[in-house]
C-alpha cells in the first residue's frame, strides 16, 4: 500500500509482485458513515486547535537546538502546514483502519520512518497486533555532523521493531546510533546484491565506472553559498575528465529527488556522448 510512490515502475517490478503473488492494496474509498466521522473530527481539531497555539512557552522549549529556539521564524509555517495537512491525516488513519481491518496481516514492512502514511502504521500497530519492519533507505558517511542529521530526520528511525539492513557496515552505523543488536537484522540489499556478485565475477569487464551523484541540497547553511555549489560542479568536471583519461566508459545516475541539481549541462560540457540517468 503505498500513496507516494508507485507499486511497480517497469515489467521485471511488476512480474516480481505478480510472482510473489502479492495482493496490491489501492487507496479504499470511506463509507458515508466514515466521511462523516472525519468530517467530525477535522471540525473538532480546528475548534480546538486554537488552545493549542497559545501555548507559546511550550513552542519556544520544543523547537530549540543547543539552546536556541528557531520557533518565532517558524511559526507560520509550521501552523500553515498543520491546519493544511491534518485534514488529510485525519483521513487517511481511517482509510488505513479500513485495510488493517479488511487484511489478514501478519508484519508490516515500513521505507522509512519520517513518511505520513508509515508514522500512521506504526502508530497503529499495538491496537492491531502488528510488528513493523523497517528497510534501509540508503548509507550515510559518519561524522559530527551527519550525526546530528541522522538523528534529526530519523534516517535510521526509532519506533521500528526491526531493522532490516544491507550488511555488516549498515549494521555498525545502527549500534554506534545506539541500536540494540536484536533488533538488527542483515538482509542484504536487491538493489545492490546482484551488481556485487557480478563485480566478483571473473568474466566481468571492467570498462565501466558508474558515477552516482548528489548534489548540495540546502539542508545545512554552508550548501546555500554559490562557493560550495562551484566548488561541486567543478568536482563533477573533474571526474568526467580523469575518467576519460583513464581510457573508461562513464556513466552517470543522477540522484532521483527532485531538488537535487540537474547535472547535464555540466558534464556534457566536457564529453556530450556521457549517458546520463535519472
Known amino acids: 500500500y503505498n500513496t507516494v510512490m508507485p507499486n511497480f515502475w517497469n515489467y521485471n517490478t511488476f512480474s516480481t509482485i505478480k510472482k510473489s503473488k502479492c495482493h496490491i492494496i489501492n487507496d479504499p474509498s470511506l463509507s458515508s458513515s466514515l466521511k462523516i ?3 467530525e473530527k477535522i471540525s473538532n481539531f480546528k475548534n480546538q486547535s486554537n488552545q493549542y497555539w497559545n501555548k507559546e512557552d511550550f513552542f519556544e522549549s520544543f523547537f530549540k537546538y543547543e539552546n536556541i529556539s528557531f520557533w518565532t ?7 500553515n502546514l498543520f491546519e493544511n495537512k491534518i485534514p488529510d491525516y485525519i483521513i487517511q488513519i481511517e482509510k488505513i483502519k479500513v485495510i488493517l481491518n479488511k487484511y489478514k496481516i501478519k508484519n508490516i514492512l515500513i521505507w522509512s520512518e519520517t513518511n505520513p502514511i508509515d508514522l500512521i502504521f506504526l502508530q497503529l500497530r499495538n491496537q492491531y497486533g502488528h510488528k ?16 546530528n542529521f541522522t538523528r534529526a530526520f530519523r534516517i535510521y528511525g526509532l519506533k521500528s521493531d526491526k531493522y532490516f539492513v544491507w550488511g555488516e557496515l549498515s549494521k555498525l552505523q545502527y549500534l554506534n546510533h545506539g541500536f540494540s543488536d536484536k533488533k538488527i537484522i542483515i538482509t542484504g540489499s536487491t538493489a545492490h546484491d546482484a551488481v556485487f556478485q557480478q563485480a566478483n565475477s571473473s568474466q566481468i569487464q571492467n570498462d565501466y565506472i558508474l558515477l552516482g551523484t548528489n548534489s548540495p541540497v ?4 554552508d550548501e546555500i553559498s554559490t562557493s560550495i555549489r562551484q566548488e561541486y560542479e567543478d568536482s563533477i568536471k573533474t571526474i568526467c575528465r580523469e575518467v576519460i ?6 556513466i552517470v545516475k ?3 529527488a527532485i531538488d537535487q541539481m540537474d547535472l ?3 558534464i556534457h560540457e566536457v564529453d556530450p556522448s556521457i549517458p546520463i540517468f535519472r
Do not use: D, R
Not at 73 to 79: L, T
Not at 136 to 147: D, I, R
Open 37 to 39: 466521522k472525519c468530517q
Open 73 to 79: 521564524p517558524f511559526k507560520e509555517y509550521f501552523f
Open 132 to 147: 513493523v519492519f523497517k528497510l534501509q533507505h540508503g548509507y550515510y558517511p559518519e561524522s559530527q555532523t551527519s550525526h
Open 218 to 221: 540546502g539542508l545545512f547553511a
Open 245 to 250: 583519461k583513464s581510457n573508461k566508459k562513464l
Open 254 to 256: 543522477l540522484h532521483p
Open 264 to 266: 547535464t549541462s555540466i
